[in-house]
């Protein structure tokens, strides 16, 4: 049996999400996805890969990871209930499910840091790109399994054990199918798990770079922050988290 096959085995027969494609290598699971939505392709479309030749950041950003060694994982969903301007629940939806799915395998609970990380201390276990085609919006998702960068971290590391892809990819499918529709709880839950509030934080966003405190996450999975001047709700850009030293303790 392959590896889909397996995955299909295991999820809910109700599950939207059933339109498994995994893959040996393509260039970028967020590029396949979008171009196979193009082509007509709705929710329901999930497409996996062992090895990604130019996987994406975000801002042209890159995703590295070994062949075998990540889960690389894009999602078609179709937001019909949700307007654009909430649309980063997507992202925050994936962020929850993928963090549901590392504790499903044995590897605790990560940190959800805004907008698009999970994270262990200021070690980067998973990333998340959102990307919208049409009306429907690709969301993918880079999780370390056996191996990471210097200064990011990896599932084994965790679990002190190996980790099967297909079980994660069952649990964040199982845990996303729960969440879409579902967006009031999205925000709740995000607002609650996202350690990003409480912090002290570095925002760059298009406009600059300035320092304030984040306080909360809104009903549009938009991050609140104090800043020296006002309150300001920031919509997209890198947040760094900061010490009362100074010292960061995290990157992207
Ligand atoms: C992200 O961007 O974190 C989103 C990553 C999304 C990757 C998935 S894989 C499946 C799907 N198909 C794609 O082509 N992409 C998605 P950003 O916040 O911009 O962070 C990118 C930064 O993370 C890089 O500049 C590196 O510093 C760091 N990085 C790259 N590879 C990493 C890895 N394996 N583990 C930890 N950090 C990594």
């Avoid at 999970?118 to 399994?145: F, H, Q, T, Y």
């Avoid at 054990?161 to 499918?173: S, T, Y």
């Avoid at 990003?196 to 996450?217: C, F, L």
């Amino acid at each position: 049996m392959n590896h889909a096959e397996r995955v299909l085995g295991l999820l809910s027969p109700t599950n939207r999400f059933r339109q498994i494609r995994w893959l040996a290598e393509t260039d970028s699971t967020n590029r396949l996805a979008s171009d196979l939505t193009r082509e007509g392709a709705s929710q329901g479309l999930v497409v996996i890969a062992d090895h990604q030749t130019a996987g994406r950041g975000r801002l042209d950003r890159r995703w590295v990871a070994p062949a075998g060694s990540a889960l690389l994982l894009s999602v078609v969903v179709d937001p019909v209930d949700l307007p654009v301007g909430r649309w980063h629940l997507l992202t925050a939806a994936v962020g929850l499910a993928a963090r549901d799915a590392v504790a499903a395998v044995g590897a605790g609970w990560p940190q959800l840091k805004w907008p698009n990380d999970l994270l262990v201390g200021d070690r980067k276990l998973a990333g998340i790109l959102a990307e919208a085609v049409g009306d429907s919006v690709v969301v993918g998702v880079g999780c370390n399994v056996s191996s990471a960068p210097p200064a990011a971290v990896c599932l084994e590391e965790l679990s002190g054990a190996p980790v099967d892809r297909v079980a994660l990819v069952v649990a964040l499918l199982e845990s996303l199918d729960r969440r879409v529709g579902r967006w009031e709880q999205v925000a709740a839950d995000y607002r609650e798990g996202c350690a990003t509030v409480g912090q002290r934080v570095r925002v760059e966003t298009g406009s600059g770079v300035s320092e304030g405190d984040a306080v909360s996450i809104d009903d549009d999975g938009a991050l609140v922050v104090r800043f020296s001047d006002a309150v300001r709700t920031v919509h997209a850009g890198d947040v760094v988290h900061l010490r009362p030293g100074g010292g960061a303790t995290s990157w992207s």
